[in-house]
């Protein structure tokens, strides 16, 4: 992956404004993604609700977002940072790599209703950065 150093900045000005909304982002891009893309709710058989107030839905959107902020500060070394996640992700829970694209556009999506200052530069920064994450939690998949 290639990050100048102003996707970084950017990157991390963004970690540093969804740090302490990680539960409403989360939630709204985990309910976004199950609305749009149903299959992928066969990966949550145990959850009640699907919508962003469901406690399930919170909890998993808290726990990925949390994640993403996490990797934020792992830039220069994501494969090495994401390798448990990969692993647990492609040979425990066997989920479909084209989920974490998908993921990744719905992310998208919500950063910037959320978030006033996501500019250009900003949404091609955050972009390539999930783009390296779906590539690195797919890694392991069998």
């Known amino acids: 992956m290639v990050l100048s150093e102003a996707n970084k900045l950017a990157i991390q000005n ?6 302490s909304e990680t539960a409403i982002l989360g939630a709204d891009a985990l309910a976004r993604l199950f609305e749009i893309h ?16 469901d406690p399930h839905v919170i909890a998993h959107g808290t726990k990925v977002f949390e994640a993403l ?12 940072h994401l390798d448990k996640l990969a ?15 998908l993921f990744s556009d719905i992310i998208v999506v ?20 999930l783009e390296e994450v779906a590539y690195q939690l797919s890694s392991m998949y069998r």
């Open 38 to 53: 149903h299959q992928t709710k066969t990966y949550f058989p145990s959850f009640t609700g699907y919508h962003a107030a």
């Open 110 to 129: 919500t950063l910037a209703l959320h978030l006033p200052s996501f500019t250009p530069a900003t949404h091609t920064a955050i972009d390539k950065f």
């Open 87 to 101: 692993e647990k992700h492609g040979h425990e829970l066997l989920v479909d790599p084209h989920n974490f694209v």
């Open 14 to 19: 963004v970690a540093a404004h969804i740090k």
């Open 69 to 80: 902020v996490k990797a934020t500060e792992h830039l220069d070394d994501l494969p090495h």
